[in-house]
């Protein structure tokens, strides 16, 4: 996997654009499969993670086309209903064609994710939700069988115990446009990306009321047409570059962004003592000034987002004082902790949270990458740290992030890749 070598103690200065969202993009391209036409998704990210999507759906009689806009998907041939077994488990919005296959194929087998990184991942909301629109659903020896000839609308809650489920709602949604009547899901997932892949299914003749809320209403069409559709900025993306500006205490803007998305993080950002300025496309932080510590709670949106955690958490290790990241969606969700320690963080875990105390300066070091945002947590501070840094399977990063490298040395950070 690849490597990456940071020089530590660069300020950053600059203008970056942001791209597209991965988890808006992900359920996106699986909601090609619910139609014969093309479906076009402007600015989708050039990832890792989109690149597997693509053979996922490919295996699945879906034409992929990169273009220069973003990516380009229709569906050729409609009978397989078994996604490829390693692809499938190798990222979790692959799970998100069950949906679909149901409802256009009448059939979908899929290898069930197991947990990762991140700790446990199940997928029972998944499963209850297309089993309320009438699919039998089996699971035996790792494998996930559903079926139903037509799928029926139903009343459908997918609040869990940590909240709703994205991929769930995600999944829940693309079967039901297609099914047989009304459907009306409740405790739906209220982030961004949802919402966002509720206008792609509008766009293509999808009746769905209540986007942006945690009430989906859907009448169920008989078919779907093709669309062109832009994907929205990744907010994700956006605030690590924030926070990479926040870290090496420089000014960075990012264009394309969209700060409606971001509100909770700009206002930790602020209370820490960053200049923020939001216009409608783009965001500027700048700090000039120490900032201070600030406590937060990873949650469903609109809360602090837990795909920003560990970047937060190293922006803390360098901040005099002491704060609590806690994590109330993946209470396990710390492997960033030890690798942060290496580099002469202190903090202790406790519970589904971090406990840091700031120290004066980290010192580079050889660290590894377990996950994507624990990554990009680990490049942040390689940024700061004394020396060199060394991200060992920073092929991670790539899976979330484009040209993560590429962007922060554009604002003038001094970051080279091995393999
Ligand atoms: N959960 C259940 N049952 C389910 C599904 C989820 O109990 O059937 C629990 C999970 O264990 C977790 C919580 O509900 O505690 C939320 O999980 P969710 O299903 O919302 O997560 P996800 O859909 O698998 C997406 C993103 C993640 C992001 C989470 C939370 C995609 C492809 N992935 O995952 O993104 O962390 O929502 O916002 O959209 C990332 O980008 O780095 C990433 C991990």
């Given at each position: ?97 069950l949906g679909p296959l149901l409802a256009r ?72 446009v297609l099914a047989e009547g009304k459907t ?236």
């Amino acid at each position: 996997m690849a490597e990456l070598e940071i020089r530590g103690g660069s300020s950053l200065h600059g203008t970056v654009r942001a791209a597209g969202s991965k988890n808006a993009a992900l359920p996106m391209m699986a909601a090609a499969l619910l139609t014969d036409e093309p479906v076009e998704l402007i600015r989708a990210p050039k990832l890792a993670d989109v690149d597997s999507m693509a053979d996922l759906l490919r295996g699945l009689g879906v034409r992929v086309e990169t273009t220069h806009a973003g990516v380009r998907l229709q569906t050729v041939d409609s009978r397989v209903v078994r996604p490829d077994d390693d692809l499938i488990s190798s990222m979790r919005a692959g799970f998100c064609v069950l949906g679909p296959l149901l409802a256009r194929r009448g059939e979908a087998t899929a290898a069930l994710p197991g947990g990762c990184e991140l700790g446990s991942r199940p997928v029972d909301l998944h499963l209850k939700g297309l089993a309320a629109l009438g699919a039998q659903i089996t699971v035996d020896g790792g494998l996930v069988t559903a079926r139903c000839k037509r799928l029926q609308g139903a009343a459908i809650d997918l609040s869990g115990p940590r909240g709703s489920t994205v991929t769930g709602t995600a999944n829940v949604l693309s079967a039901a446009v297609l099914a047989e009547g009304k459907t009306e899901i409740r405790g739906a997932a209220l982030e961004p990306e949802i919402e966002d892949l509720g206008r792609l299914l509008v766009a293509m003749g999808a009746r769905i009321a209540g986007l942006g809320t945690s009430t989906l209403r859907i009448e169920g069409v008989r078919q779907l047409g093709g669309a062109i559709h832009a994907v929205i900025p990744d907010r994700i993306e956006t605030a690590t570059l924030l926070i990479a500006a926040a870290i090496t205490r420089g000014r960075v803007c990012v264009a394309g962004a969209r700060p409606q998305h971001l509100e909770t993080v700009l206002d930790c950002l602020r209370a820490a003592g960053a200049a923020i300025e939001a216009s409608l496309d783009r965001i500027t932080v700048a700090c000039d000034r120490p900032l201070t510590p600030q406590s937060v709670i990873g949650k469903p949106y609109p809360g602090f987002p837990t795909d920003l955690q560990a970047q937060w958490t190293a922006l803390a290790a360098v901040l005099p004082g002491e704060c609590t990241v806690r994590d109330e969606v993946f209470p396990d969700r710390f492997a960033h902790v030890e690798e942060l320690a290496r580099l002469g963080a202190s903090i202790r875990r406790e519970g589904n949270a971090a406990i840091i105390s700031g120290v004066d300066r980290l010192t580079g070091g050889r660290v590894t990458a377990s996950d994507l945002r624990a990554s990009a947590a680990l490049v942040l501070a390689g940024l700061l740290a004394e020396g060199q840094t060394t991200v060992l399977d920073a092929g991670h990063l790539d899976r979330g992030y484009e040209s993560l490298d590429e962007k922060l040395n554009a604002l003038g950070a001094d970051i080279s890749r091995r393999r």
